[in-house]
């Protein structure tokens, strides 16, 4: 079976710090790129796909410019790359649900070189 979705981009611009003690003074700010795909669970019925892309900006703009250590989501955990997309993943999988759409895979990064993905429908061998 083809691999179809759809392709949303996103940058959000955060500030973080990944010593143990979540020290604001070490922070340090990143513009990332988060990547996700989304496959509408009914393929014969359209879609308006701006709402999607609407309940994803009104979740990340939550974040937008933050010290994001001190907020909700990572209040018990360090905001590393791979924390921050696995804890992104987890609530945008629950907004996009509530579209009737499934999230195949998120792509999260700080750099254009380095990507961690999740997915949980995607398997590579």
Known sequence: MAFKAYKYTFKLHISHSIAAASDEQQAHNHT???VLYIQNRE???FSSYDVIEKAVED???EYEGKYINNTTLFQNSIPT????GMRFYTALKEIVLA???DLL?????ETPTRIFSISEKLFVT
Not at 81 to 84: A, D, G, L, R, S
Not at 105 to 109: A, D, N, R, V, Y
């Open 105 to 109: 895979k998120l792509e999260i990064s």
């Open 43 to 45: 393929q014969s019925v």
């Open 81 to 84: 790359i791979e924390n921050i």
């Open 99 to 101: 579209q009737n759409f």
């Open 32 to 34: 990332i790129k988060i």
């Open 59 to 61: 979740f990340l703009k």
